[in-house]
């Protein structure tokens, strides 16, 4: 069964270092998510990206966060400087068309900055 | 703006009995879906429930959704250790390429 794939799986980083962080969504699917869930808390929407540009964002997903499909397969979500309050487990999610709306979620980049 | 809140936060059960987790949300919604997540893991796909839907099941998974009440229930049958994890549910306009709006979970602990 086909999956979404998110790498790495862990990532320390240093307060204001870049962060990158990489999905590959389920082949045929054309609408991506990034989420984020900060330790003990709900899952929060970042961004949704379709046929290469931003659909929606959240109020978290401010100019330090940037999305980018670089080819066919990845998707990925960029932090440019990172803060403490960075540190969550990342999540991809993916969808196709209108008729199926269930979001399909990779299992996660855990990041700590420090 | 929409929203999903379950209760209750954290269910305690023997295995063998049934589970029942509640979400509530308080705008108009196209679909309510539901996921679990076993600790620090991702988070898996349960069930969709469209708004003209009033109950869907899926093996041991009963769903129901009261668009009336604006709640929806997730009810587990003959729970199994393995069903220990936290549950969500998550809301949507249902056009794709809207964000889910997650409620905050329902843990779920079933002992042997």
């Known amino acids: 069964e086909p999956e979404v794939t998110q790498t790495p799986s862990h990532q320390v980083t240093q307060m204001g270092q870049e962060v990158i962080l990489r999905c590959v969504p389920i082949?045929?699917?054309?609408?991506f998510y990034w989420y984020r869930q900060i330790l003990g808390q709900k899952v929060e929407f970042l961004v949704s990206f379709y046929n290469n540009e931003i659909s929606e964002k959240s109020e978290i997903f401010d100019d330090q966060f940037s999305v980018e499909r670089p080819d066919g397969s990845n998707f990925t979500l960029k932090i440019r400087s990172t803060k403490l309050e960075d540190s969550a487990m990342y999540f991809c999610?993916?969808?196709?068309?209108?008729?199926?709306?269930?979001?399909?979620f990779g299992p996660g980049t855990r990041l700590l900055v420090l | 703006s929409q929203q999903g809140e379950e209760d209750p936060q954290a269910l305690s059960i023997q295995e063998g009995e049934n589970a029942t987790m509640n979400c509530s949300y308080k705008t108009s919604i196209n679909n309510l879906q539901w996921y679990r997540q076993n600790s620090g893991r991702g988070l898996v796909h349960l069930i969709l429930i469209r708004s003209n839907e009033r109950e869907k099941h899926s093996g041991r998974l009963r769903v129901t959704l009261d668009t009336s009440k604006k709640s929806s229930s997730l009810l587990i049958t003959a729970s199994r250790a393995a069903d220990t994890a936290s549950y969500f549910c998550?809301?949507?306009?249902?056009?794709?390429?809207?964000?889910?709006?997650f409620g905050k979970g329902t843990t779920l602990s079933v002992s042997s």
């Open positions: 082949s045929n699917h054309l609408y």
């Open positions: 998550a809301t949507d306009m249902g056009q794709a390429g809207t964000a889910l709006i």
């Open positions: 999610a993916s969808n196709g068309l209108a008729a199926q709306e269930t979001q399909y």
